[in-house]
């Protein structure tokens, strides 16, 4: 009688960066953070907000079919940006 279970065989996905937060000092800053991500990361990023305090957005990518995207650190304080792998 084996009493070992059984191995899975688990296939090893490539992480996909999917977004990010960001929180202004200020509320109802929402153009500025706009202008701020589309000048870092380009137009392939949308700025949503959400919660009731009226400065913290959500940071998602627009899914484009065949689009994935990877974290790299740029500079001496390897400030990390995302960077588009197609």
Same mark, same amino acid.
Request: proline share 5%.
């Given at each position: 009688m084996n009493n070992q279970p059984p191995k899975l065989d688990l296939k090893q996905a490539? !992480? $996909?960066f999917? %977004? /990010? =937060? &960001?929180q202004m000092i200020k509320p109802g800053q929402q153009r500025k953070a706009k202008a @701020?991500? =589309?000048? $870092? $990361? #380009? =137009? @392939?990023?949308?700025?949503?907000? /959400? %919660?009731?305090s #009226? @400065?913290? /957005?959500?940071? !998602?990518v627009r899914q484009r079919k065949g689009m994935r995207?990877? &974290?790299?650190g740029h500079g001496k304080k390897r400030? @990390?940006?995302a960077?588009? &792998?197609a």
């Open positions: 490539s !992480p $996909l999917e %977004g /990010f =937060t &960001l @701020a991500v =589309t000048r $870092l $990361l #380009g =137009t @392939a990023w949308q700025v949503k907000a /959400f %919660g009731d #009226g @400065a913290d /957005f959500e940071v !998602p995207y990877q &974290l790299v400030i @990390a940006c960077q588009s &792998l």
